[in-house]
């Protein structure tokens, strides 16, 4: 019999950026609005898509990225291997016109962002005023967590009795973390039950 003319062939191969891909007619149509089905369901003049030799697919495009797009399309699910940036992903989901991905990898920007936004440190400051004397014994019984910051002379305006003490503001910090966000580990004493009481109820 005649060869089916390549249109109603199953297989579609792609030239992205050198690199091919081959997939199904099914899977680049999936998402109906997107480019690659346009590309190869409406294979009409007026997409003008150019094949090379292979008659593959020319898409100008970073074939690095693509992967995650192609299985995307093949499974629904968004797997992106570490060393691929996000961002890359997205940009091409953008360009491909998947929408729903696009909201895909916009979430996981987002998650990840919120799961390295502890990546600033905040810090907690605070200012003792202490006088000379004192100010050894301070930084000896500062709490764990807290770094010593910086000394601020405020000269010796007070005078206690006779003698001139000389005044400090002494500046310190702790690292805020948001994992111990104001969650004090020690349970109070009201808190501790008496497995005896337990066993009453």
């Given at each position: 019999?005649?060869?089916?003319?390549?249109?109603?062939?199953?297989?579609?191969?792609?030239?992205?950026?050198?690199?091919?891909?081959?997939?199904?007619?099914?899977?680049?149509?999936?998402e109906p609005k997107s480019f690659l089905c346009r590309l190869c369901c409406q294979d009409g003049p007026e997409l003008g898509s150019d094949k090379d030799e292979t008659g593959a697919y020319l898409i100008d495009r970073d074939p690095t990225y693509f992967g995650p797009i192609l299985n995307y399309l093949r499974h629904g699910k968004l797997i992106i291997n570490k060393e691929l940036a996000e961002?890359?992903?997205?940009?091409?989901?953008?360009?491909?016109?998947?929408?729903s991905l696009v909201r895909l990898v916009k979430e996981r920007i987002r998650d990840n962002e919120n799961r390295t936004s502890q990546g600033p440190v905040k810090h907690v400051y605070r200012v003792l005023q202490c006088q000379e004397e004192e100010l050894t014994q301070m930084v000896s019984t500062m709490s764990d967590g807290w770094k010593f910051e910086q000394l601020i002379s405020i000269g010796s305006s007070y005078n206690y009795g006779n003698e001139d003490q000389a005044e400090f503001l002494c500046v310190v910090s702790r690292e805020l973390n948001n994992s111990t966000n104001g969650i004090v580990k020690e349970p109070s004493e009201k808190a501790k039950v008496s497995p005896s009481v337990l066993s009453l109820q």
């Open positions: 019999g005649a060869a089916r003319p390549p249109a109603a062939s199953k297989w579609v191969r792609l030239n992205v950026g050198g690199t091919y891909f081959v997939s199904t007619r099914q899977t680049l149509c999936r961002e890359g992903v997205l940009e091409e989901a953008e360009f491909y016109n998947i929408a």
